[in-house]
Structure formats: structure tokens, C-alpha cells
């Protein structure tokens, strides 16, 4: 009843924001009979997608413990001020993108996370990790924004990112930048590129807000509607503009990297000198501003041209202030996240993810007792690291050896009634010429890993 309620009241809230927020989307529930399809912009993995996106998830995993990140996971739901207080009120997540309702038993404001960051630095502060101890960490799954979607933009979308808290100089944006390069090489993404910023510090941004307003407040009759709203607001993400009619205007906008602090100056040429020692190509773009409020100092976007407008594959930079701002002892930190649908359209029809899962090998088996073997013997392979599939739904050898080809295993194993009496598996190769082999279980484990006949 209790768990009935909250539900009911999660689907009500929920649907009236996004109803609120777009009214020409609301929707009824489907009548009884009808298909019900997936929510706008939220997608189902199927199995072969889904087993690329695990493929990849692993695949960046690894390179990122080869740097010393560990896993961190923390709920998709947060209370809605923590990213009220991070993101920034004036920002377009937390304005119009973020799915919020409110928990009917207690009042509170729920929000489903719409990135990982906040919660990553609310985790550690809560779970007291970082005084004394810097801390690597990665995480990934789903994030939620009420975007219009499109190729590359989906509502539900999934990102894996690296935060490093507790590390202040340019040394840490460097390694996570070249985290990145790495993982592009090894993904065989080369139409990658960097584009750098620094945003200084708080004080050098509050010095430049208030001549890009002054600046924007001389031509406010050449801005547009959303440039008027943001001139009060939040003016950086006038910078930001798509709008080809405000170019020339934002190119000639003050620019913050002539008022940097001295600090903040250094920081920069630190990295910029640490990229170029590592070979690393960049652009700084001085417009590069970022969406979210709480970055200072580095800001960096990767960007590829074969995604149309959603090119950007990963972003991310320094957020200095937002440990003390989560109410802890200050703490410096950077990091980045990355856009694993983007990069899964990139790798698609690519070799680096391949399609299908290669066991190593099928198991078919002919009669009642054969099927026991054959199941004790595939739990036995799997023990030592083997994939392997055992044949479902009976059938001739002949129709079940047709099965073991098409599942791209590079064995048959056989178990029929006289591998059952002689107590030993059949190993046929499929991918290679060879001689089916009556062999003892530990035999057919080492042909397995790679061991010649
Ligand atoms: P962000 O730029 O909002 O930064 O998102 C990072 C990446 O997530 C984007 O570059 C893009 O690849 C992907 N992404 C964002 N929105 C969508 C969407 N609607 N559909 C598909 N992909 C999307 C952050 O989220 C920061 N937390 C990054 C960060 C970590 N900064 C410091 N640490």
C-alpha cells in the first residue's frame, strides 16, 4: 500500500513536470491492449548493443585502474538542492532539463541524477574519504535530461567519468586528458579533437561578468531572446550561443583569458606545457564556457566532426570550489565524463567492439544422462574461464552441430553415450581443420586456453 503510493505518486509528479514543461508532448496512458512503447528519448539495449556497451564500460574501466581510479556508484536519485547548489540554479539543466517530483511521504524533492559529479563529491563527503587521502574515482550509468532528443541526445543517457578530488595543479588535468587520448587510440577514434579553456578564478570571472554585461548591455538590442534572459543571469553562457546571427558579436565579447589571475595564468601554461611534452594536440577556444557553474580554472571538451551537432564525447575540468561549497574542508579537483552512447556510434561497424560474443566453446549432447555430463562439465570449463553454451532444446547431433557453428564458439564438445562410459568429453575444433579427440575434462580446458593438440 505504502510502496503503491509512492510509486503512484513518482509516475504522477513526474508526468505533470514534464507535461509542464512541454505541453505539446503530454501524453495519456496507452487504453488496455494497446502497445506500450519505451519513454521518449529512453532506449532498450539489445542484447548484441547491450554487450558492446558492457564491452566498452570494461574496456575504459581498465584503463582508467591503470591510472589508479576505483569504482564509486551512488543512487540515480538525489535530493533535488544538490544540484540546485552545484549546477547552478540558472543553468539549462536545472531550469527546464532535470526529471523532479516530489516523494509524497516526506515532501521531499527528488531528483534523478541528470550528471555524476555532485554526487560523487556529496558520496565522498558523507562518507568522509578524503582528508589526507585524495581520491581517484570512476563511475557510470544512466544520467536523465529532458532534452529535446536526437542523434547523440537522448533523456536517458549513460556516462562513465573520472573525478580526481583532493589534487590541485595542472599535473592531474594533464593525466586526465591523456586517460583520454589513450582511450581513443585504443578505440581506434582518430577524428578526435581537444579544445581547451581556463575560466580563472572566482574573482577573475566575476571581473569578467561584469564588463561582458556592460558589453552585452551596449548591444542588447542585437541579442536575442535567450541572450536578453541570460544577460542577468548567468552572461558566460551568452558566449555559448549556436546562434549564427550573434557570432560576430560574442567573438568581439570581452574575453576572460586577458584578466586571468596570475595563479590561475600558470595553472594554464602547466598544462599546456604537459600536453605538448605528451605530444597532445589542442585548440584553446576562449568561448569554451561549459553548462555547468561550478567549474574554475580548466575546462576541456573532446569533439568529433562524425556526430553532426552532438559531437562532443566527453567534457569536463576543474571544479576547486565545490567541496567547501558541499560543506567540506576546501579540497581542489578535476574531472571529465564521457557520452558512452556518442562513443558507440563512433565505434559502430567497428572491429574494437566486435558484434558477437565468441564463446569458446558449445556443448552438445545427445540423451538424459549425457545432458547432466554435459551441464557439470560446462560449470567445470566456466569455473576455469571459459565461456561456454550448452545446447538448449534437445535435438539430432547433426542439427545441434549446425547450432555450435553459428555461435562462432571455436569448439564443439560432445558428450554422447560412449563419452559418458569412457567418463571423457568429444573436443572437435570448428575454426580450424582437426579430427574430433576423445579427451579427459583437464584436456579439453587447456585446448581451450590456447594449448595445441
Ligand atoms: P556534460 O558536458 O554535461 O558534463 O556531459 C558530459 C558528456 O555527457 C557530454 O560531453 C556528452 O558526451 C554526454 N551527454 C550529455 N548530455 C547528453 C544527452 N542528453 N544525451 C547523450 N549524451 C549526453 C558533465 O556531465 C560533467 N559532470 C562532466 C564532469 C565530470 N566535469 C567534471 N567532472
Redesign the pocket.
Known sequence: MRRQAILTGFVQLACNRVHRSCPARARTFSPMGSTLQAVRGMNDLLPAQALRYRRLVAHIASVLASYGYHELRTPVLERTELFVRTIGEVTD?VEKEMYTFRDELNGESLTLRP???AACVRAVLEHNLLYGNPQRLWYEGP?F?H?RPQK????Q?H?I?A?AIGFGGPDVDAEQILICARLWRSLGLSQVRLELNSLGDPAARARHRELLVAYFERHHDQLDEDGRRRLHTNPLRILDTKNPALQDLVEAAPRLADMLDTESAAHFDGLRERLADAGIEFTVNPRLV???DY?NRTVF?WISDDLGA?G??????R?DGLVEQLGGRAAAA??????L??ILLLLEGKPALADVQTPAAYVVHHGEEAARVAAAAAERLRDLGHAVIVHGGGGKFASQMKRADASGARFAVIVGESEVAAGKLGLKPLREPGEQQLLALDAVARRLAGDPA
Open positions: 539543466i550528471e555524476g559529479t544520467m535530461r532534452e547523440g541526445r537522448y533523456r543517457f556516462q567519468g573525478e561549459r553548462g555547468l567549474y571538451e552532438q562532443t564525447i566527453c567534457a569536463g575540468g571544479y578535476c574531472g571529465f565524463a564521457i557520452g552512447e556518442r
